[in-house]
Protein backbone atom coordinates (compact mmCIF):
# COMPACT_ATOMS: atom_id res chain seq x y z
CA UNK A 1 0.00 0.00 0.00
CA UNK A 2 2.89 2.19 1.15
CA UNK A 3 4.22 1.63 -2.34
CA UNK A 4 1.22 2.30 -4.43
CA UNK A 5 1.23 6.22 -2.41
CA UNK A 6 4.64 7.05 -3.40
CA UNK A 7 4.29 6.20 -7.05
CA UNK A 8 0.33 8.13 -7.15
CA UNK A 9 2.79 10.93 -5.30
CA UNK A 10 5.66 10.90 -7.49
CA UNK A 11 3.60 10.76 -11.12
CA UNK A 12 0.99 13.79 -9.72
CA UNK A 13 4.78 15.96 -9.05
CA UNK A 14 5.59 15.02 -12.01
CA UNK A 15 2.48 16.49 -14.01
CA UNK A 16 2.58 19.04 -11.57
CA UNK A 17 6.29 20.29 -12.51
CA UNK A 18 5.91 20.18 -16.24
CA UNK A 19 4.91 23.05 -18.46
CA UNK A 20 2.43 22.24 -20.63
CA UNK A 21 0.05 25.31 -23.30
CA UNK A 22 -3.15 25.31 -20.43
CA UNK A 23 -6.19 24.48 -22.96
CA UNK A 24 -8.72 26.76 -24.24
CA UNK A 25 -8.20 30.58 -24.38
CA UNK A 26 -7.47 32.45 -27.35
CA UNK A 27 -4.32 31.67 -29.77
CA UNK A 28 -1.02 33.47 -28.62
CA UNK A 29 0.21 35.62 -31.41
CA UNK A 30 2.34 37.86 -29.70
CA UNK A 31 5.97 37.14 -29.32
CA UNK A 32 8.14 37.40 -26.59
CA UNK A 33 9.31 40.93 -25.64
CA UNK A 34 12.32 41.57 -23.50
CA UNK A 35 12.11 43.38 -20.61
CA UNK A 36 15.53 43.91 -19.43
CA UNK A 37 19.37 42.78 -20.27
CA UNK A 38 22.48 42.30 -18.53
CA UNK A 39 24.18 43.69 -19.96
CA UNK A 40 21.93 46.30 -21.80
CA UNK A 41 22.48 47.12 -25.36
CA UNK A 42 24.74 50.05 -25.82
CA UNK A 43 26.31 49.08 -22.51
CA UNK A 44 30.01 50.24 -22.07
CA UNK A 45 32.70 48.42 -19.97
CA UNK A 46 31.31 45.20 -19.66
CA UNK A 47 33.19 42.83 -17.78
CA UNK A 48 30.02 40.65 -15.85
CA UNK A 49 30.71 36.70 -16.04
CA UNK A 50 27.43 35.68 -17.63
CA UNK A 51 24.52 37.75 -20.42
CA UNK A 52 20.91 37.84 -18.60
CA UNK A 53 17.84 38.31 -20.37
CA UNK A 54 14.77 39.21 -19.15
CA UNK A 55 11.12 38.58 -20.66
CA UNK A 56 7.71 39.28 -19.98
CA UNK A 57 6.60 35.37 -20.50
CA UNK A 58 8.32 32.42 -20.06
CA UNK A 59 10.71 31.28 -23.16
CA UNK A 60 12.23 28.11 -24.39
CA UNK A 61 15.25 28.22 -26.99
CA UNK A 62 15.24 27.05 -30.38
CA UNK A 63 18.70 25.70 -31.78
CA UNK A 64 20.55 28.31 -29.83
CA UNK A 65 24.16 27.13 -31.32
CA UNK A 66 22.66 27.78 -34.67
CA UNK A 67 20.20 30.86 -34.05
CA UNK A 68 21.76 33.05 -31.43
CA UNK A 69 24.43 34.68 -33.90
CA UNK A 70 27.59 36.22 -31.28
CA UNK A 71 30.48 38.16 -32.76
CA UNK A 72 33.26 37.54 -31.99
CA UNK A 73 32.57 34.13 -31.14
CA UNK A 74 32.16 33.02 -26.76
CA UNK A 75 33.26 29.75 -27.99
CA UNK A 76 31.90 26.70 -28.85
CA UNK A 77 30.94 25.19 -25.85
CA UNK A 78 29.02 28.86 -24.77
CA UNK A 79 26.02 27.01 -22.45
CA UNK A 80 22.76 28.33 -23.21
CA UNK A 81 20.19 28.02 -20.26
CA UNK A 82 16.38 29.08 -20.21
CA UNK A 83 14.60 29.88 -16.53
CA UNK A 84 10.94 30.32 -17.00
CA UNK A 85 11.10 33.98 -18.82
CA UNK A 86 14.85 34.17 -18.20
CA UNK A 87 17.75 33.01 -20.40
CA UNK A 88 21.00 32.66 -18.92
CA UNK A 89 24.08 32.73 -21.25
CA UNK A 90 27.86 32.20 -19.91
CA UNK A 91 30.60 32.13 -22.26
CA UNK A 92 33.25 29.42 -22.44
CA UNK A 93 35.94 32.12 -23.26
CA UNK A 94 37.50 35.31 -21.56
CA UNK A 95 35.78 38.55 -22.78
CA UNK A 96 38.36 40.41 -24.91
CA UNK A 97 39.91 43.74 -24.07
CA UNK A 98 38.05 46.63 -25.66
CA UNK A 99 35.97 44.81 -28.10
CA UNK A 100 32.35 45.33 -28.92
CA UNK A 101 30.73 42.28 -28.76
CA UNK A 102 26.98 41.66 -30.97
CA UNK A 103 24.15 39.23 -30.19
CA UNK A 104 21.28 38.55 -33.11
CA UNK A 105 18.89 35.99 -31.29
CA UNK A 106 17.20 35.72 -34.88
CA UNK A 107 14.57 32.82 -33.62
CA UNK A 108 17.04 31.28 -31.07
CA UNK A 109 14.33 32.61 -28.38
CA UNK A 110 10.14 31.58 -28.81
CA UNK A 111 7.48 31.90 -26.45
CA UNK A 112 6.78 28.88 -24.66
CA UNK A 113 3.37 27.91 -25.86
CA UNK A 114 3.16 29.04 -29.77
CA UNK A 115 6.81 29.16 -30.57
CA UNK A 116 6.83 33.08 -31.46
CA UNK A 117 10.32 34.22 -32.52
CA UNK A 118 11.10 36.98 -30.05
CA UNK A 119 11.37 40.03 -33.47
CA UNK A 120 14.34 41.65 -34.34
CA UNK A 121 15.93 41.21 -31.05
CA UNK A 122 19.81 42.17 -30.96
CA UNK A 123 22.25 43.74 -28.25
CA UNK A 124 25.66 44.97 -28.69
CA UNK A 125 28.05 45.80 -25.86
CA UNK A 126 31.35 46.76 -25.35
CA UNK A 127 34.57 45.74 -22.85
CA UNK A 128 35.91 49.28 -23.56
CA UNK A 129 35.15 52.24 -23.27
CA UNK A 130 33.47 52.76 -26.71
CA UNK A 131 31.07 50.81 -28.84
CA UNK A 132 31.64 50.12 -32.65
CA UNK A 133 28.72 50.83 -34.73
CA UNK A 134 29.90 50.45 -38.30
CA UNK A 135 27.70 48.28 -40.78
CA UNK A 136 28.01 46.48 -44.35
CA UNK A 137 24.44 44.89 -45.81
CA UNK A 138 24.13 43.07 -48.28
CA UNK A 139 22.57 40.63 -50.34
CA UNK A 140 23.30 36.86 -51.60
CA UNK A 141 21.51 34.85 -54.71
CA UNK A 142 22.88 31.35 -56.46
CA UNK A 143 24.47 31.71 -59.97
CA UNK A 144 21.95 30.10 -62.56
CA UNK A 145 19.40 29.43 -60.21
CA UNK A 146 15.94 31.95 -59.70
CA UNK A 147 15.63 30.27 -55.50
CA UNK A 148 17.02 32.60 -53.05
CA UNK A 149 19.56 30.78 -50.65
CA UNK A 150 18.58 31.25 -46.87
CA UNK A 151 21.23 30.98 -43.56
CA UNK A 152 24.13 31.96 -45.66
CA UNK A 153 27.29 32.47 -43.63
CA UNK A 154 28.79 35.61 -44.28
CA UNK A 155 32.10 36.64 -43.30
CA UNK A 156 34.47 39.77 -43.18
CA UNK A 157 38.70 39.21 -43.14
CA UNK A 158 41.13 41.89 -42.84
CA UNK A 159 44.45 40.00 -43.25
CA UNK A 160 45.78 39.16 -46.16
CA UNK A 161 47.36 35.61 -44.82
CA UNK A 162 43.41 35.07 -43.67
CA UNK A 163 42.31 31.69 -45.99
CA UNK A 164 38.47 31.00 -45.88
CA UNK A 165 39.48 26.88 -46.66
CA UNK A 166 41.39 26.72 -42.99
CA UNK A 167 40.77 29.53 -40.85
CA UNK A 168 37.45 30.79 -38.66
CA UNK A 169 36.04 34.30 -39.18
CA UNK A 170 36.27 36.29 -36.53
CA UNK A 171 33.06 38.03 -37.54
CA UNK A 172 30.13 36.60 -39.65
CA UNK A 173 26.67 36.99 -39.67
CA UNK A 174 23.90 35.18 -41.76
CA UNK A 175 21.38 36.12 -44.55
CA UNK A 176 17.21 35.69 -44.24
CA UNK A 177 14.85 34.05 -46.17
CA UNK A 178 15.18 37.04 -48.61
CA UNK A 179 18.59 36.92 -49.12
CA UNK A 180 19.92 40.07 -47.33
CA UNK A 181 22.30 39.90 -44.65
CA UNK A 182 24.15 42.65 -42.50
CA UNK A 183 27.22 42.28 -40.42
CA UNK A 184 27.37 45.02 -37.38
CA UNK A 185 29.23 46.86 -35.29
CA UNK A 186 32.81 47.02 -36.89
CA UNK A 187 35.73 49.05 -36.76
CA UNK A 188 36.63 51.32 -39.19
CA UNK A 189 39.25 49.64 -41.57
CA UNK A 190 39.39 47.65 -44.83
CA UNK A 191 36.99 44.09 -44.94
CA UNK A 192 36.70 41.72 -47.67
CA UNK A 193 33.44 39.82 -47.48
CA UNK A 194 32.54 36.31 -48.56
CA UNK A 195 29.58 33.89 -48.26
CA UNK A 196 29.34 29.86 -47.89
CA UNK A 197 26.91 27.30 -47.29
CA UNK A 198 28.40 26.14 -43.55
CA UNK A 199 26.43 22.30 -44.09
CA UNK A 200 29.18 20.98 -41.57
CA UNK A 201 29.22 24.07 -39.03
CA UNK A 202 32.59 24.68 -39.04
CA UNK A 203 32.78 28.02 -40.32
CA UNK A 204 35.21 26.98 -42.79
CA UNK A 205 34.46 27.00 -46.50
CA UNK A 206 34.83 22.98 -47.60
CA UNK A 207 34.42 23.47 -51.38
CA UNK A 208 34.00 20.29 -52.27
CA UNK A 209 30.35 20.19 -50.35
CA UNK A 210 29.79 23.62 -49.82
CA UNK A 211 28.36 26.57 -52.18
CA UNK A 212 30.79 30.12 -51.71
CA UNK A 213 31.24 33.14 -53.28
CA UNK A 214 32.80 36.68 -52.05
CA UNK A 215 33.55 40.31 -53.27
CA UNK A 216 36.48 40.83 -54.73
CA UNK A 217 36.20 44.71 -53.75
CA UNK A 218 37.87 45.97 -51.09
CA UNK A 219 35.20 47.48 -48.82
CA UNK A 220 36.33 50.65 -46.64
CA UNK A 221 34.70 51.71 -43.78
CA UNK A 222 33.24 54.24 -43.22
CA UNK A 223 33.63 55.54 -46.69
CA UNK A 224 31.73 52.42 -48.09
CA UNK A 225 27.95 53.33 -48.30
CA UNK A 226 26.80 50.69 -51.33
CA UNK A 227 24.91 47.48 -51.19
CA UNK A 228 27.35 44.52 -51.15
CA UNK A 229 26.41 41.90 -53.57
CA UNK A 230 27.39 37.83 -53.75
CA UNK A 231 26.77 34.98 -56.18
CA UNK A 232 27.31 31.89 -54.72
CA UNK A 233 28.80 29.40 -57.38
CA UNK A 234 29.64 25.60 -56.25
CA UNK A 235 33.66 25.04 -57.27
CA UNK A 236 35.37 22.91 -56.11
CA UNK A 237 38.86 24.51 -55.75
CA UNK A 238 40.93 21.34 -54.06
CA UNK A 239 44.61 21.35 -56.10
CA UNK A 240 44.05 17.77 -58.16
CA UNK A 241 46.28 14.97 -56.83
CA UNK A 242 46.15 11.11 -57.26
CA UNK A 243 44.48 9.42 -54.72
CA UNK A 244 45.30 5.53 -55.91
CA UNK A 245 46.55 3.41 -58.19
CA UNK A 246 45.43 0.01 -58.97
CA UNK A 247 46.98 -2.18 -60.92
CA UNK A 248 46.14 -5.47 -62.70
CA UNK A 249 47.47 -8.05 -65.38
CA UNK A 250 46.70 -5.78 -68.28
CA UNK A 251 45.42 -2.48 -67.28
CA UNK A 252 46.60 0.49 -64.06
CA UNK A 253 43.85 2.88 -62.99
CA UNK A 254 44.44 5.78 -61.74
CA UNK A 255 42.04 8.08 -60.04
CA UNK A 256 42.17 11.37 -58.75
CA UNK A 257 40.37 12.99 -56.40
CA UNK A 258 38.56 15.40 -58.66
CA UNK A 259 38.03 15.69 -62.44
CA UNK A 260 40.24 17.51 -64.55
CA UNK A 261 40.53 17.87 -68.82
CA UNK A 262 42.71 17.78 -70.41
CA UNK A 263 45.20 15.15 -68.83
CA UNK A 264 48.31 14.04 -70.37
CA UNK A 265 50.68 10.77 -69.64
CA UNK A 266 54.30 9.88 -70.94
CA UNK A 267 56.47 7.19 -70.46
CA UNK A 268 60.49 7.50 -70.36
CA UNK A 269 60.93 5.27 -73.33
CA UNK A 270 57.77 5.19 -75.36
CA UNK A 271 54.16 6.45 -76.11
CA UNK A 272 51.80 5.07 -73.08
CA UNK A 273 48.48 4.12 -74.57
CA UNK A 274 45.53 5.31 -71.87
CA UNK A 275 42.08 6.90 -71.64
CA UNK A 276 39.58 7.84 -69.32
CA UNK A 277 37.80 5.48 -67.01
CA UNK A 278 34.36 5.70 -66.07
CA UNK A 279 34.77 9.61 -65.70
CA UNK A 280 37.46 12.26 -65.88
CA UNK A 281 38.68 11.71 -62.55
CA UNK A 282 40.20 8.34 -63.78
CA UNK A 283 42.29 7.46 -66.30
CA UNK A 284 43.61 3.67 -67.51
CA UNK A 285 46.36 2.50 -68.85
CA UNK A 286 46.51 -0.21 -71.19
CA UNK A 287 49.83 -1.97 -70.64
CA UNK A 288 51.51 -2.95 -74.11
CA UNK A 289 55.08 -2.83 -72.58
CA UNK A 290 57.37 -6.07 -71.73
CA UNK A 291 56.90 -6.99 -68.69
CA UNK A 292 59.06 -5.37 -65.24
CA UNK A 293 59.01 -4.53 -61.78
CA UNK A 294 57.22 -1.03 -62.71
CA UNK A 295 57.48 2.12 -64.98
CA UNK A 296 57.72 5.14 -64.28
CA UNK A 297 54.42 7.36 -66.22
CA UNK A 298 54.45 11.37 -65.95
CA UNK A 299 51.10 12.42 -65.72
CA UNK A 300 50.33 16.40 -66.47
CA UNK A 301 46.69 17.37 -65.51
CA UNK A 302 44.07 20.46 -65.42
CA UNK A 303 41.22 20.72 -63.66
CA UNK A 304 38.23 23.02 -64.43
CA UNK A 305 39.91 26.04 -62.53
CA UNK A 306 43.10 25.95 -64.60
CA UNK A 307 44.96 24.59 -61.44
CA UNK A 308 47.37 22.07 -62.87
CA UNK A 309 49.39 18.83 -61.41
CA UNK A 310 52.87 16.84 -62.71
CA UNK A 311 53.35 14.31 -61.05
CA UNK A 312 54.61 10.85 -61.70
CA UNK A 313 53.63 7.63 -60.92
CA UNK A 314 54.91 3.55 -61.09
CA UNK A 315 52.51 1.32 -62.61
CA UNK A 316 53.62 -2.41 -62.49
CA UNK A 317 51.92 -5.83 -63.97
CA UNK A 318 50.51 -8.07 -61.12
CA UNK A 319 48.55 -11.34 -61.14
CA UNK A 320 45.16 -9.50 -60.37
CA UNK A 321 43.04 -9.90 -63.17
CA UNK A 322 40.89 -6.65 -64.58
CA UNK A 323 37.44 -6.97 -63.28
CA UNK A 324 35.23 -8.61 -66.05
CA UNK A 325 32.28 -5.99 -67.76
CA UNK A 326 28.95 -7.62 -67.43
CA UNK A 327 26.67 -7.07 -70.31
CA UNK A 328 24.49 -8.82 -73.11
CA UNK A 329 25.47 -8.99 -76.77
CA UNK A 330 22.63 -8.96 -79.01
CA UNK A 331 21.74 -8.37 -82.51
CA UNK A 332 19.07 -5.87 -84.14
CA UNK A 333 17.51 -5.25 -87.56
CA UNK A 334 15.40 -2.82 -89.11
CA UNK A 335 12.53 -3.15 -91.14
CA UNK A 336 10.86 -0.17 -92.97
CA UNK A 337 7.04 -1.00 -94.46
CA UNK A 338 6.88 2.34 -97.19
CA UNK A 339 2.75 1.40 -97.38
CA UNK A 340 2.60 3.05 -94.06
CA UNK A 341 5.56 4.98 -92.85
CA UNK A 342 6.16 2.15 -90.30
CA UNK A 343 9.67 1.19 -88.98
CA UNK A 344 9.98 -1.75 -86.48
CA UNK A 345 13.04 -3.19 -84.99
CA UNK A 346 13.91 -6.30 -84.01
CA UNK A 347 16.56 -7.46 -81.33
CA UNK A 348 17.57 -11.09 -81.40
CA UNK A 349 19.27 -12.24 -78.10
Known amino acids: MRVLLFLFLAISFVHCARQTQPNGGPKDNDPPELISSNPANGDKNFH ?33 IVKKNKVIITPENKWLD ?7 FREGIQDLNEGNPAEDLHIAFSTGPTIDSLKINGSISEVFKDKVPEKITVAVYQSDTFDIFRHKPLLFSKSDKTGKFTLSNL ?60 NSNSISIIRLNKAV ?11 IIYTFGDNTSEVVVYK ?17 LLQKLDTAVYI ?14 SDWQLNFEPANNIEQTFIIY
Do not use: C, W
Not at 98 to 104: E, K, L
Not at 289 to 301: L, P, Q, T
Open 316 to 329: KYTDTKAVEEKFKL
Open 261 to 271: DPVKLTGQTKD
Open 288 to 304: DFDKMDSIKVNISATDS
Open 48 to 80: GDQIELIFNEDVKLKDPKEEILITPSFGTNTKF
Open 187 to 246: KPGKYFVYAFDDKNKNQKVDSKTERFGFSAKEINLPQHTDTTHIDLVHLDSRAPRITSVR
Open 98 to 104: TTTYSIA
